[in-house]
């Protein structure tokens, strides 16, 4: 049976579609796209944020391999300035929807907005914890931006990166006041825009 059969039996091929990142202070928001596959259930799909890390870790790789299509997708710090944090967000959701391999013929958007797409689209205030397709959308994009902030950690020691996730943590702030911005911190917040003006 060819793939395009497959893909015909799939009965709904909606997407589900997520960000994490819109709140930090430093990194990229980061958004994923999932369309899952009826005939390949996966267990335990909630909000990412109501699950350990490890367990994360774990539907992470189930996502990506029993998905019909699925998508990481990204607005960088420079975007994020020069935009502003919600049109940087559907930019990245936009980006997200484009790359799955297969065309939805529906993206729930979590929240209350929707960007502009090519497929009709609706938004889920809370659909993370009612769609299974964007929960699995919000776990795709928070390992992803997780595993990020790990590695920028190394990058950039003495924030506490990989413990806050970019968040603005005392802890944060406090690394803010005392080493000064990085290039991946975004300066069109107010913690960090305030510190780059002049005295």
Not at 18 to 42: K, N
Not at 139 to 154: F, G, T
Not at 155 to 166: D, E, F, L, M, R
Request: net charge neutral.
């Amino acid at each position: 049976m060819s793939l395009d059969l497959d893909f015909a039996l799939v009965e709904d091929l909606v997407a589900g579609v997520d960000e994490v990142g819109r709140g930090p202070l430093c990194g990229a928001v980061v958004t994923a796209a999932v369309i899952l596959d009826p005939a390949r259930p996966i267990l335990g799909l909630k909000d990412s944020k109501k699950l350990s890390a490890a367990r994360r870790e774990q539907l992470f790789d189930e996502i990506c391999e029993k998905s019909v299509a699925w998508c990481i997708a990204r607005a960088e710090v420079d975007e994020i300035d020069q935009l502003n944090i919600l049109h940087a967000t559907m930019l990245a959701m936009q980006r997200a929807v484009a790359g799955l391999s297969v065309t939805p013929r529906l993206a729930l958007i979590d929240g209350n907005r929707c960007p502009q797409l090519e497929v009709p689209s609706e938004s889920v205030v809370k659909g993370d914890s009612k769609v299974p397709a964007i929960a699995a959308a919000s776990i795709l994009a928070k390992v992803s931006r997780d595993r990020e902030m790990q590695a920028l950690e190394l990058q950039y020691p003495g924030y506490g990166i990989a413990g806050h996730k970019g968040y603005p943590t005392p802890v944060h702030l406090e690394a803010l006041q005392r080493l000064g911005p990085t290039p991946i911190h975004r300066r069109s917040f107010a913690p960090v825009r305030k510190l780059l003006e002049p005295r």
